[in-house]
């Protein structure tokens, strides 16, 4: 996987992630946390980095070459902190939105996303330059069945919390301490229906009614801070 831009590169090395190659433009400097003879440097021209890199990519002048996301395990999730919150993503498929998601999520102290192994997209450079490293920071669990996953979260003892324009509730109506799963869905076909009829409570943010749309990373934002001020997770 090619991830690039400061911040998700310099993020992977602190890890530990395993690196490949870096790559720099050669009308930039080498990072001063750039080791060389440490890590394999390749200096290129913008065209090279163009063809290595999508479309438009703001890539900093830097890249890495690095190992392949590993997803953490479900069964992960068991045995957590009594004042714990994680997300699933139901169909989330833009990259940008799902890097942003990531991390606004890091941010708020939420412990893990999970995501359908065929519904929603998976961790990618434009995925990685949007989380600005906040890939490294949190679990993410792919699943390849979403309504299985609930029920499985349920057993291990969270509330499941779906987000809709429709809800019954308002989201600073809701208790969210204790151990929460917060759903939310693609903008276009929202969440469906079999997360909703395994979900505890639908939920709606307090939005205009005259404008109540928002981006489903905005709306995630919202309700993982909504969610971090109740548990306090600000003071860990």
Same mark, same amino acid.
């Given at each position: 996987m090619i991830i690039y831009g400061n911040h998700a590169c310099r993020y992977a090395l602190d890890a530990g992630k395993k690196i490949y190659k870096v790559y720099i433009l050669k009308t930039k400097p080498v990072p001063r946390w750039i080791v060389e003879g440490q890590v394999n440097v390749v200096r290129l021209e913008n065209k090279e980095f163009e063809q290595i890199l999508p479309k438009h990519a703001v890539h900093q002048g830097i890249a890495m070459e690095?190992?392949?996301?590993?997803?953490?395990?479900? +069964?992960? &999730?068991?045995? +957590?902190?009594?004042?714990?919150?994680?997300?699933? &993503?139901?169909?989330? +498929?833009?990259?940008?939105?799902?890097?942003a998601i990531i991390r606004s999520a890091v941010a708020f102290g939420i412990m893990a996303i999970i995501i359908g192994e065929k519904s929603s997209c998976k961790v990618n450079g434009i995925v990685a330059k949007s989380a600005s490293g906040g890939i490294e920071h949190i679990k993410i669990i792919v699943v390849k069945n979403l309504s299985q996953a609930i029920k499985k979260i349920k057993d291990f003892g969270f509330w499941v919390i779906s987000f809709c324009e429709r809800g019954d509730k308002y989201l600073h109506e809701m208790d969210l301490s204790g151990k929460t799963c917060l759903i939310f869905g693609s903008e276009g076909d929202g969440i469906r229906r079999l997360q909703k009829e395994n979900s505890d409570f639908i939920v709606k943010l307090p939005t205009c009614p005259s404008f109540p749309t928002l981006n489903v990373s905005a709306s995630s934002a919202i309700a993982f801070y909504e969610t971090a001020k109740q548990n306090n997770f600000f003071i860990r």
């Open positions: 690095v190992e392949d996301e590993h997803y953490a395990d479900i +069964t992960e &999730l068991e045995h +957590t902190p009594r004042n714990c919150a994680i997300a699933i &993503l139901d169909g989330v +498929t833009d990259p940008h939105n799902m890097g």
